[in-house]
C-alpha cells in the first residue's frame, strides 16, 4: 500500500471516534511509525489530507452505487438499496464529525457534502425516472422533493436529540422504517408488491 493511501485510510479510521480539531498531524505520524517531514510531503496541511479523505470517502461511495445499480434486477430495488447504503455511510462518518467539519472546516463541508448531495440527487432522480418508466412508482411525483425529503430523514434521525427521544432503536433502525414508508408510498401497486417481497433484504 503506498504512503498516501495508508495517510488516508489512519486519518479516516481517526475520524471515526475523534473530533476533526482534536486530530493532529502528529499523531497521524506517529501512529504510522513515519516522521512528520514524510507526512508532509504527501500533505502540505491538515486541511488538504482532510479534504482528500473526503474526496477517498466520495470515490469509493460512486463505486459501490454504480455496483449496486448494475446487480439489482429493477429500478425501486436499486432506490431501496442505494437508501440503505446511504443511511450506513451517514451512519460511519457520525454525525458529531459532520457538525465539526462545519463548524471548523466550513469550506470544506460546503465543497463535500454539496458534492455528495448533487451526485445523490442525480442518481436518485435517475433511478427514479427508470421506475416511473417500469411502472413501478406513481406519476406526478416531484421527485426534487422527494430527494430533499429522503436526504432530510437521513442527516435527522442521526441526530441525538431525535435519539433520545427513540431510545429502544438505533439510528439506522429509525432511519431505515422512515425511508421504506416514503418508498412504499409513492410506489404503484405493482411496485408495492416487489418493495414487501424484498423488505427483508432491506431490513437485514
Not at 137 to 142: C, F, G, K, L, S
Amino acid at each position: 500500500m503506498e504512503i498516501k493511501e495508508r495517510i488516508i485510510n489512519e486519518t479516516s479510521r481517526l475520524l471515526t471516534n475523534k473530533s476533526c480539531k482534536s486530530i493532529t498531524m502528529d499523531e497521524i505520524a506517529n501512529n504510522l511509525g513515519i516522521s512528520k517531514r514524510t507526512l508532509y510531503e504527501q500533505f502540505t496541511d491538515k486541511r488538504t489530507l482532510l479534504e482528500d479523505c473526503l474526496t477517498k470517502h466520495f470515490e469509493t461511495a460512486i463505486l459501490e452505487s454504480d455496483r449496486i445499480v448494475e446487480t439489482s434486477e429493477n429500478a425501486l430495488i436499486s432506490i431501496m438499496l442505494m437508501m440503505k447504503k446511504a443511511n450506513s455511510s451517514i451512519n460511519s462518518i457520525r454525525y458529531d464529525y459532520i457538525k465539526d467539519l462545519n463548524k471548523y472546516y466550513p469550506d470544506i463541508y460546503l465543497r463535500t457534502f454539496e458534492k455528495h448531495i448533487d451526485f445523490q440527487k442525480q442518481l436518485g432522480n435517475n433511478l427514479l425516472q427508470r421506475a416511473l418508466n417500469e411502472d413501478l412508482v406513481m406519476r406526478d411525483i416531484n421527485f426534487d422533493l422527494l430527494h430533499s425529503m429522503l436526504q432530510l430523514n437521513l442527516f435527522y434521525c442521526s441526530q441525538n436529540e431525535y435519539m433520545m427521544q427513540n431510545p429502544k432503536h438505533s439510528a439506522t433502525e429509525i432511519a431505515l422504517i422512515h425511508m421504506f414508508i416514503i418508498i412504499r408510498g409513492i410506489a404503484t401497486i405493482k411496485g408495492v408488491k416487489i418493495i414487501d417481497k424484498y423488505k427483508e433484504v432491506f431490513f437485514k
